[in-house]
């Protein structure tokens, strides 16, 4: 089976903290995606990867960053932690292999920014 | 741009009975992907469903099945015999067809509820 791993499923930061998120997927995926979910906005793309140390900017990327070195491995950055990101974020991946493009989640991270 | 619309945020069925999730969809793509994922109580979020727009024949996945209605864009889920374990919240998704790394758009979801 799949598996994504995110690092913490809880974290607490304080403003202007510097905040990683960690994923890794054991399956090879050369996909790999980040979203944000807050009730009643359903689940928004942060970023996107298609390939080691490429990115592409989600829908909101604004106060975000991402790494991939690796092609397992796909970080989340918050630079300067604010209030408004207090989220669940949630990591993705998926395989070329799948045109259809089913996407393997990982069980979340919920970050508090206080 | 896509979007995706799930107009109910939640909804309760008793266990053993039936129950359609709603979701209807804008976007002047002609060929596309529609999906339904689950996500349990804090567990991971999984795919329940999918269906290719160039297909008539709506998907099915055992008790799972959907009612894609193209020309009107909407794109529902039924869940039959219900079970305890259905409850979770259900999002909708729309990917379109322009190769493996499309991305996807989701709904806002809506959380169902199953009665013992």
């Known amino acids: 089976d799949v598996k994504v791993t995110q690092s913490s499923r809880y974290l607490v930061k304080r403003t202007g903290e510097k905040v990683f998120l960690e994923c890794v997927q054991d399956m090879d995926h050369e996909n790999m995606f980040w979203y944000r979910q807050d009730p009643g906005l359903g689940l928004r793309l942060i970023y996107f990867?298609?390939?080691?140390?490429?990115?592409e900017k989600g829908d909101i990327p604004e106060g975000y960053s991402v790494s991939r070195e690796k092609k397992e491995r796909f970080s989340l950055i918050l630079e300067s932690a604010s209030t408004n990101q207090t989220s669940m974020y949630l990591c993705?991946?998926?395989?070329?292999?799948?045109?259809?493009?089913?996407?393997?989640f990982g069980e979340g991270s919920r970050l508090t920014v206080l | 741009a896509q979007t995706v619309t799930q107009s109910q945020p939640e909804m309760s069925v008793q266990e053993a009975e039936t129950v359609t999730l709603s979701c209807t969809y804008d976007t002047s793509e002609s060929n596309y992907y529609l999906f339904w994922y689950k996500q349990p109580p804090s567990r991971q979020m999984i795919l329940v469903i999918r269906?290719?727009?160039?297909?008539?024949q709506n998907a099915t996945e055992n008790r799972f099945s959907v009612n894609f209605q193209k020309a009107a864009k909407s794109f529902s889920l039924k869940i039959s015999d219900s079970q305890l374990g259905d409850t979770a919240m259900y999002f909708c998704a729309f990917m379109k067809h322009t190769g493996a790394n499309s991305k996807l758009t989701f709904g806002k979801g809506i959380t169902l509820s199953v009665r013992p």
């Open positions: 993705a991946s998926s395989t070329l292999l799948d045109s259809a493009g089913e996407l393997f």
């Open positions: 269906q290719e727009a160039y297909k008539q």
């Open positions: 990867s298609y390939d080691v140390k490429m990115k």
